[in-house]
């Protein structure tokens, strides 16, 4: 059966340093690959999309990365402040019109 | 609107009623989808409209549970004679498959069955 694995529960890092968030899957073979951020008592916020021909992406202080051998995406923030304090979670994603899957999420919080 | 709209944000109900959670999505968004959110847990899948073809109903946990899509914008997610078990965050996102933006999520319905 398909399965995400995110890495540890919850992360915690001072601020100023990387953070690097895990996604594992299995048996999927997606064709892209999504990253959310959830704060408490919000839905989540798209943050990111990757594709499977596309092995890295950035937006100012987020690097997405995509390995479609080792069946992972790495998600790392920059530079981290308090306010990246979330939870984060990715969704591969087939690319047919379906529903996604989601990770249950990494709980990031930034300690000043 | 801007965003996805969902209503009402929270909902307290007594156990054995019915409730109906209502969505507005992005217009132009042609997919809809309704995911439920336990406390502490991830998103699991509920149901999904695109377009006029047929939802996919396979995240419905019971017969109780039941959704509309009408004139394929608002969405409405019926629960019926409620149970403590139902007890989760609600959301919806719609999402437009040509863009690859993501979904937008609303930001939820807390239905709490006591």
């Known amino acids: 059966s398909q399965k995400i694995e995110q890495n540890s529960e919850a992360l915690n890092i001072q601020e100023g340093k990387t953070a690097t968030l895990t996604c594992n899957y299995t048996?999927?073979?997606?064709?892209?690959l999504q990253w959310y951020r959830q704060d408490p008592g919000r839905g989540p916020v798209f943050l990111l999309l990757i594709r499977e021909n596309e092995k890295e992406k950035r937006k100012e202080r987020l690097k997405v990365t995509f390995d479609t051998t080792l069946k992972q995406s790495l998600f790392h923030i920059t530079a981290s402040q308090p306010a990246d304090s979330a939870t984060y979670l990715c969704a591969p994603d087939s690319g047919s019109a379906r529903q996604l899957t989601f990770g249950s999420g990494t709980q990031l919080t930034v300690l000043p | 609107g801007a965003g996805v709209s969902q209503s009402p944000s929270n909902k307290v109900t007594e156990k054995g009623k019915d409730v109906e959670l209502r969505c507005d999505p992005i217009s132009g968004h042609t997919a809809l989808y309704w995911y439920r959110q336990s406390l502490g847990q991830g998103l699991e899948f509920l149901i999904y409209?695109?377009?006029?073809?047929?939802?996919?109903k396979s995240g419905l946990p019971s017969d109780r549970f039941s959704a509309e899509r009408t004139g394929g914008s608002v969405s409405t997610l019926t629960i019926q004679r409620t149970q403590q078990e139902d007890s989760a965050v609600y959301l919806c996102a719609s999402s437009n498959r040509e863009s690859n933006y993501g979904y937008t999520f609303g930001s939820g319905t807390r239905l709490t069955v006591v």
């Open positions: 048996n999927y073979s997606p064709a892209y």
């Open positions: 409209f695109q377009g006029n073809s047929a939802p996919d």
